[in-house]
């Protein structure tokens, strides 16, 4: 299984260029999820989805668009990149029913997003 | 809101026992989890804990105190592949949705 896939890998922009992330994942999951991460910060939520046609605004979301119009995929948008937006962001999915349990987080392995 | 406090940085001994500590602030706590990061990769589910007590999962343990707001991850038997960041997270309700919020995570350094 992939699992959950991000694209680009790497990508260099300059200030004011937009710019779309992808992730896909295969795992049927309801929940996925946005993050960067920056030094020191820890991983801090842009926004996240908890069904197909669904978003919400996460702890970080000015900046940055969104849309699932496909329950296995994640859009990422940034209209007009800054340099404060040179990060790596991390997707995620899981399982989500709002009923508890254990429903840990699969994460890509990142996009690294320089804005000059 | 939320609020999660661990140690920045812990290096421990190769072999020896180490214990990394997560204190949290939240409402509608349904749990608290812990992932693992490597230098340059994807965090990476290690335990979870809903409930109070010792969940234990090979060389890795999680325990949870959910009236002192606190938990630990034990990590014995330490090896070099253990360098990597440690991240605390709480699971809770916002908005009738389940969210999770992450510390800031631990770097642990394990030397020979």
């Known amino acids: 299984n992939a699992g959950v896939t991000q694209t680009p890998k790497f990508r260099v922009l300059k200030t004011g260029q937009s710019m779309t992330l992808l992730c896909a994942q295969d795992?049927?999951?309801?929940?996925m999820y946005w993050y960067r991460q920056d030094p020191g910060m820890g991983l801090r939520l842009i926004h996240y989805?908890?069904?197909?046609?669904?978003?919400a605004k996460g702890e970080v979301p000015d900046g940055y668009n969104v849309s699932r119009l496909k329950k296995q995929n994640f859009l990422l948008g940034l209209e007009s990149a800054a340099p404060s937006q040179t990060s790596v962001y991390f997707c995620?999915?899981?399982?989500?029913?709002?009923?508890?349990?254990?429903?840990?987080?699969?994460f890509g392995d990142g996009t690294r997003l320089s804005i000059l | 809101g939320q609020s999660l406090e661990q140690p920045s940085e812990v290096t421990a001994v190769e072999g020896a026992i180490v214990q990394i500590n997560c204190t949290y602030q939240t409402s509608g706590f349904y749990g608290l989890s812990w992932y693992q990061q490597h230098d340059g990769g994807a965090p990476t589910f290690l335990s979870y804990?809903?409930?109070?007590g010792l969940e234990e999962t090979g060389r890795f343990s999680s325990f949870l105190s959910r009236s002192d707001s606190y938990g630990y991850l034990l990590l014995q038997e330490l090896q070099m592949k253990d360098s990597a960041s440690y991240f605390c997270a709480v699971r809770d309700l916002a908005g009738g949705y389940q969210k999770v919020t992450f510390g800031t995570g631990t770097k642990l350094q394990v030397i020979p």
């Open positions: 795992m049927n999951h309801e929940y």
């Open positions: 989805s908890v069904g197909e046609g669904t978003t």
């Open positions: 804990n809903a409930l109070d």
């Open positions: 995620a999915s899981s399982y989500g029913s709002g009923q508890g349990g254990n429903q840990p987080q699969h």
